[in-house]
């Protein structure tokens, strides 16, 4: 898909993020002796979930642990079905070619790390531009921009050898690469140092 069919499509004037009537359970695995397993009663973590999300909104998907967070942020990137229910970006279900999700259309950091150790910063900025059909001067001036503004460690330093705070930042700087008309972002703050959640 070329990307100006994507933002031809994210373009019209409809919600950034609209869920109706979402349900989903997992099923539960239990041990039971000599480490044979047999499922238990499933465990319902969305339960007819609506939501709206405007162009330009900031949102919070606020809850308790195992509430059914992630497994709804899952569902708008295109990365889980849903046992019931409707979820579109921009107007259209994620997978459908024109809603560049997954894809073009959305920046998303998920709650683990998800960079590649055997990366440098600059080679996992630089592959992730790629992917998104960024252009190598595109690529070049969003990571000087995102390099001070989170306070990344240099291009050159391996992202193995950084903290885990670090690790997160250029996870959150993969998602925000792009500059994406929609920006998921799973428990964000998450091992963030307290100066750089406040910028």
């Known amino acids: 898909m070329e990307l100006s069919q994507v933002e031809a499509a994210v373009a019209e004037p409809v919600m950034a993020v609209s869920v109706r009537e979402a349900w989903h359970e997992y099923g539960r695995w239990r041990r039971r002796g000599r480490g044979r397993r047999r499922p238990s009663a499933p465990e319902t973590v969305l339960q007819g979930v609506n939501m709206t ?9 606020l809850g308790r642990s195992g509430c059914g967070k992630t497994t709804l942020l899952r569902a708008l990137v295109g990365q889980l079905a849903l046992d019931d229910g409707e979820v579109r970006v921009f107007g259209r279900a994620p997978g ?3 809603a560049g999700v997954p894809g073009r259309a959305v920046g998303y950091m998920p709650q683990e790390v998800a960079v590649h150790d055997g990366f440098t ?14 252009k190598s001067a595109a690529i070049r001036k969003s990571t ?6 989170l306070r990344l460690p240099g ?3 391996l ?3 950084l903290s885990g705070g670090e690790k997160r930042r250029v996870s959150l700087a993969v998602a925000m690469l792009h500059a994406p008309p929609l920006l998921v972002l799973d428990e964000p703050t998450v091992g963030l140092d307290p100066l750089l959640r406040h910028r």
């Not at 999300?53 to 998907?61: C, F, K, N």
């Open 53 to 61: 999300v405007r162009r330009g909104e900031v949102y919070a998907l």
């Open 155 to 157: 291009s050159h330093e």
């Open 159 to 161: 992202v193995g050898a």
């Open 96 to 98: 459908d070619p024109l």
């Open 121 to 134: 910063v600059g080679e996992t900025l630089a592959f992730f531009g790629r992917l998104m059909g960024m």
């Open 144 to 149: 000087d921009t995102l390099v001070s503004a």
